[in-house]
């Protein structure tokens, strides 16, 4: 066990175990700030996977955008008064049932595959690279992605601003 | 079993999709069912890196991953709007008691 492994048992830790109090936490602030955690180990391993420009995207874009949104989303749609805002769960026994099914048989599938691995030299940086085939082979779809960018904005805010004698 | 390789970040990642389907089933509030998804497609970018450094595909793979991570961001302010208007409507995020579309 070399000092790579050591580091992804510990990321891998920190994303399962924030991960299960994410969805298991009754209050919700508690959720979304262990959901934090869970995308700081995502973060960790994409860098243990050699993309350090994908590590980075995640931080800034899921810990400094959509984190930060679903937490107004938690303010504007409660009554806060204090930090202990609670939510219920529904079907529990089913859920748990199903998903540990459907866990094992993926985990099981998983481990049992011969997976063939060709590793190459991890690259010192990823972001030039990333940039000249986005830019040449996919560059219809970064268009495009643009393009979507921009609907989901105005979307957004449409449907947000939309008050009850306009839709009526 | 112990050396890290390629089926390590695939059982994390089916970990962390399975935690997301288990919120999206059982969650009441709507903004945690959102957490869920971005749980699950987290897992998949999981895979999606894992397989561009295990396997031979040069930057692809990592790119899918940035595709993945763009159309998350898009997803939530959307889904935000809707759980925003949806307040407006019913006074609550509960999905399973929001049970009409239109008064």
């Known amino acids: 066990m070399n000092l790579y492994d050591i580091i992804f048992y510990i990321f891998a830790a920190i994303t399962v175990v924030s991960g299960v109090i994410t969805v298991t936490s009754k209050n919700i602030i508690y959720a979304a700030f262990s959901l934090l955690f869970t995308f700081f180990g995502v973060a960790g391993m994409y860098v243990l996977l050699g993309a350090d420009f994908i590590s980075i995207v995640q931080i800034i874009v899921y810990v400094g955008g959509i984190l930060i949104l679903l937490l107004f989303g938690v303010m504007l749609t409660n009554k806060v008064t204090s930090t202990d805002i609670k939510s219920g769960s529904v079907n529990v026994l089913p859920a748990v049932i199903g998903v540990a099914l459907f866990a094992g048989a993926l985990i099981s599938i998983i481990i049992r595959t011969k997976w063939t691995e060709t590793p190459g030299e991890i690259p010192l940086s990823t972001a030039g690279t990333l940039g000249s085939v986005l830019l040449n082979e996919y560059v219809i779809i970064f268009e495009l992605l643009a393009v979507l960018l921009l609907i989901a904005l105005i979307g957004a805010a449409s449907i947000a601003r939309r008050t009850k004698e306009e839709t009526n | ?103």
């Open chain 2, 1 to 103: 079993m112990l050396h890290v390789g390629l089926h390590h970040f695939l059982v994390v990642s089916s970990i962390l999709f399975s935690l997301g389907l288990y919120a999206i089933v059982t969650r009441k509030n709507a903004i945690l069912v959102l957490m869920g998804v971005e749980l699950v497609l987290n897992a998949a970018n999981i895979n999606f890196v894992a397989f561009a450094r295990y396997g031979d595909f040069g930057a692809s793979g990592q790119l899918n991953a940035l595709f993945v991570i763009v159309l998350a961001a898009a997803e939530a302010a959307i889904a935000l709007a809707i759980v925003i208007n949806l307040y407006k409507h019913f006074s609550h995020v509960n999905i399973d008691e929001a049970d009409n579309l239109k008064e």
